[in-house]
């Protein structure tokens, strides 16, 4: 019993391993940047990126920063909310409610915030305009 349990810990915890190599970028793969309007910080903005059929979301800080850890490579298209936005596929969820202090056109899907990602470390500001 005892080698069961030893043997199913060192499955558990290779497999659990297996899964911080990085992503399928590998290390060092971040995209960051600072989210301002008309120059000055928006702090507790929600950033939502979404590249392919992936979706990525960071918090800006009170200096207006967002970090994303291994984005997907290529086109990569943003929209800012005040909060996470719903499970994708959960029928019924309200659209994620307007940020404050961010111009309405930002919080919508296609608006001109955009971003070709290309790999290593990289930065994209968004100064957003009324």
Request: include cysteine; charged fraction near 15%; hydrophobic fraction near 35%.
């Given at each position: 019993m005892?080698?069961r349990i030893?043997?199913?810990?060192?499955v558990?915890?290779?497999?659990?391993?297996?899964?911080?190599?990085?992503?399928?970028?590998?290390p060092?793969?971040?995209?960051?940047?600072?989210?301002?309007?008309?120059?000055?910080?928006?702090?507790?903005?929600?950033?939502?990126?979404?590249?392919?059929?992936a979706?990525?979301?960071?918090?800006?800080?009170e200096?207006?920063?967002?970090?994303?850890?291994?984005?997907?490579?290529?086109?990569?298209?943003?929209?800012?909310?005040s909060?996470?936005?719903?499970?994708p596929?959960?029928?019924?969820?309200p659209?994620?409610?307007?940020?404050?202090?961010?111009?309405?056109k930002?919080?919508k899907p296609?608006n001109?915030?955009?971003?070709?990602?290309?790999g290593?470390?990289?930065?994209y500001?968004?100064?957003?305009?009324?």
């Open positions: 005892r080698t030893l043997s199913a810990v060192v558990v915890s290779g497999l659990l391993s297996a899964g911080c190599g990085g992503g399928s970028n590998g060092g793969n971040v995209l960051s940047g600072v989210v301002t309007v008309d120059g000055r910080p928006v702090k507790e903005v929600n950033v939502l990126a979404t590249g392919g059929a979706q990525l979301s960071a918090l800006t800080n200096q207006g920063e967002y970090r994303f850890e291994n984005p997907p490579k290529g086109a990569l298209k943003f929209q800012l909310t909060m996470a936005p719903p499970p596929g959960v029928p019924g969820s659209p994620p409610p307007a940020a404050a202090g961010v111009p309405t930002y919080t296609g001109d915030l955009a971003f070709e990602y290309a290593g470390k990289q930065t500001n968004m100064d957003l305009k009324p």
